[in-house]
Nanobody
Framework: VQLQASGGGVVQAGGSLRLSCTAS????????MGWFRQAPGKERKFVAA????????DYADSLKGRFAISRDGTKNTVYLQMVSLKPEDTAVYYC?????????????????WGQGTQVTVSS
């Protein structure tokens, strides 16, 4: 599986962005999907995850209510809708695909990583 992330950019505080991660291959539907982020000089952190059928979602506690993960199996794509963005949300966002449950652990290693997309929130 190859993952292509997109949708990052520069936005003012309070704004919104939607990240997309499109997977190649016909096995997309069998993978749990997730998003992680890494700010400059900081460790990678878990953001959100969604089960392979889309029936279960999980979020970092600090992001609940502002971020929403979803997936569209017809497009082999997982989304991360982000609203009320804050400067501290500035990071490179990476999508991930895993056959196992995606853990809330920045050191978690999925089966596949996307290349990352930069999100910059200006104050």
């Amino acid at each position: 599986v190859q993952l292509q992330a997109s949708g990052g950019g520069v936005v003012q505080a309070g704004g919104s962005l939607r990240l997309s991660c499109t997977a190649s291959g016909r096995t997309f539907g069998s993978y749990n999907m997730g998003w992680f982020r890494q700010a400059p000089g900081k460790e990678r952190k878990f953001v959100a995850a969604i089960s392979w059928r889309g029936g279960f979602t999980d979020y970092a506690d600090s992001l609940k209510g502002r971020f929403a993960i979803s997936r569209d199996g017809t497009k082999n794509t997982v989304y991360l809708q982000m609203v009320s963005l804050k400067p501290e949300d500035t990071a490179v966002y990476y999508c991930a695909a895993a056959s196992s449950t995606i853990r809330r652990d920045g050191n978690y290693e999925p089966d596949f990583w996307g290349q990352g997309t930069q999100v910059t929130v200006s104050s």
